[in-house]
């Protein structure tokens, strides 16, 4: 799938939304690609102009070499968004036997069912199960025609630990079958752990686009501390390595490069009092690709 310098705004004029403002992004076959962003970052418009619901207002987007809303007919895609719509009052085995028939090549119904791990609510009625249970199914009918890519919107988002584990269980089972995923979440440590590769949506925009080791890097993989007693923050920025400087609760957070550089630069000046040496995590690489004064300054690794 390719976004080329795809731009998707909302509104009238004097109340713009530029929800998808120049996005490019290539995905291969077979990759597991999380979708990270704050909200209103434009993962939801994304999503709606890959799966043909939308258009760009510019640029191109193409899903597995075609217009999205033909491919989509063809069943190559299927889709788990973040809609309300009603529970369907039939049995989870009907619901996704009506569901296969729609398409012209679906997985065996068993085979469905079996993927998204709900066989054993085969007989059960949808609008009876639980959330988890539910969003399973849901996960069944995105998965039914056999499409070569599943799209999901926040597909965890209203599940407990216990179903959240359970899901993406069934998400890898689905993507070792070499198909692709791509979903969108705010949990970064699922995203860490489920996906090759995390692209970073701010304003619309990819600011980063790697493996979740790339993009820890990509905010200074080093975290040093120390408590500034007093002294002021001048200067800390361009110590060597130092590519942050945050002051929380009277200590100065440097995020560095180069965490040797950044500590022996700190001894010589004296300013080792409570020093604290660790490694930035994802979620302190995304709070900082993020922030609203973040530039938009691309990171992007060789995919
Ligand atoms: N149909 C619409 N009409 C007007 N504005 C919209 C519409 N859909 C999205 N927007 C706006 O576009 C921006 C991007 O929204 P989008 O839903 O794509 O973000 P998101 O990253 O999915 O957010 P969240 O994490 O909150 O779901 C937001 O400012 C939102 O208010």
Excluded: C
Excluded at 7 to 30: E, P, Y
């Amino acid at each position: 799938m390719e976004f080329t310098a795809a731009v998707k705004t909302f509104g009238r004029a004097g109340s713009t939304v530029r929800a998808v403002d120049g996005m490019d992004l290539t995905v291969g076959r077979g990759e597991t690609v999380a979708l990270l962003g704050r909200n209103g970052a434009g993962k939801s418009t994304a999503i709606s102009l890959l799966l043909g619901l939308n258009d760009p207002d510019s640029g191109t987007v193409r899903l597995l070499g075609r217009a999205p809303d033909r491919a989509v007919r063809a069943g190559l895609a299927g889709a788990m968004l973040q809609d309300g719509r009603p529970i369907p009052r039939v049995t989870v085995g009907e619901l996704i036997r009506f569901v296969a028939a729609l398409y012209p090549r679906p997985l065996p119904v068993a085979e469905a069912l079996a993927l998204a791990g709900v066989t054993e609510y085969a007989d059960r009625r949808v609008d009876k199960l639980s959330g988890g249970q539910v969003q399973r199914v849901r996960f069944a009918v995105a998965l039914a025609g056999d499409p070569e890519l599943v799209v999901l919107d926040e597909p965890t988002a209203a599940l407990d630990v216990e179903a959240r584990r359970a899901f993406w269980v069934s998400i890898r089972s689905f993507a070792e079958r070499g198909r692709t995923v791509l979903f969108s979440t705010h949990h970064l440590e699922e995203a860490d752990g489920n996906a090759d590769r995390i692209v970073v949506l701010h304003r619309g925009r990819v600011v980063a686009d790697g493996s979740g080791e790339a993009i820890k890097r990509s905010a200074g993989g080093g975290l040093v501390s120390v408590d500034l007693a007093g002294r002021s923050t001048a200067g800390l920025e361009s110590l060597p390595g130092v590519v942050g400087v945050e002051v929380r609760g009277g200590r100065a957070q440097l995020r560095t490069d180069d965490s040797d550089a950044t500590v022996v630069e700190l001894a010589r000046i004296g300013a080792v009092r409570g020093l604290q040496v660790g490694r930035a995590t994802l979620e302190d690489a995304f709070l900082s690709l993020t922030a609203p004064t973040a530039a938009a300054d691309t990171v992007k690794e060789a995919a």
